[in-house]
């Protein structure tokens, strides 16, 4: 019993270890951990809403909190992409800063997108709120084909 605990606990310290820590865990540069914190809390409320719109979930009240969340993530982006923020451990293609006004205009759309699909929700058409979604994730996409490393 003694010896199976202490197998439970190694194996739950080399789960700790693999799976808890972030994927970039040895990137230290302030910008490219924020920026990523935050795109994967606004696709993992994609995600949650996912379920909810297409999948089945019972959750529909839910729908504008999520989609206010993508707003408010969004919004705390900050400064993203300041000059040297280039190298690490990072999917930031050059064009980034080679073509900065292309760039921001694929972060205004994505943005309008995320404040559409939450005044969807408040309106609460479901048929609306699908289509806001699906434009939402095609802001998305178009963003990623030009700006981030496959
Ligand atoms: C204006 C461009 C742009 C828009 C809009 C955009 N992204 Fe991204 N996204 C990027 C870039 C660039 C990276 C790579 C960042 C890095 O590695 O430093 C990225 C990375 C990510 C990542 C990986 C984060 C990680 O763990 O490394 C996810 C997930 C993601 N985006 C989801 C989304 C979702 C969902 C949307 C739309 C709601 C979205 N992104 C909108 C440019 C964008």
Redesign the pocket.
Known sequence: MKRLTMIGCAIAGALASTFTL???ADETNP??VH???I??T??G??TSLKAILFLGHEAKGQTTYHAEA?VEA?KHMGN??PAG?DK??????AE?WTQPEK?????????A??TALSDATQMGDTKEVMGAYKK??E??????D????K
Request: glycine content about 8%; overall charge positive; proline content about 2%.
């Open positions: 972030p994927a970039a910008y490219i920026r990523q914190g795109y994967k606004v696709a409320h994609m993508i969004l993203a992409y923020s690490g451990e990072t999917k930031a293609r980034i760039f921001r205009e694929a972060g205004q759309n994505s943005f997108a995320a939402l994730g802001s998305c996409k178009a963003c990623h030009d700006f981030r490393k």
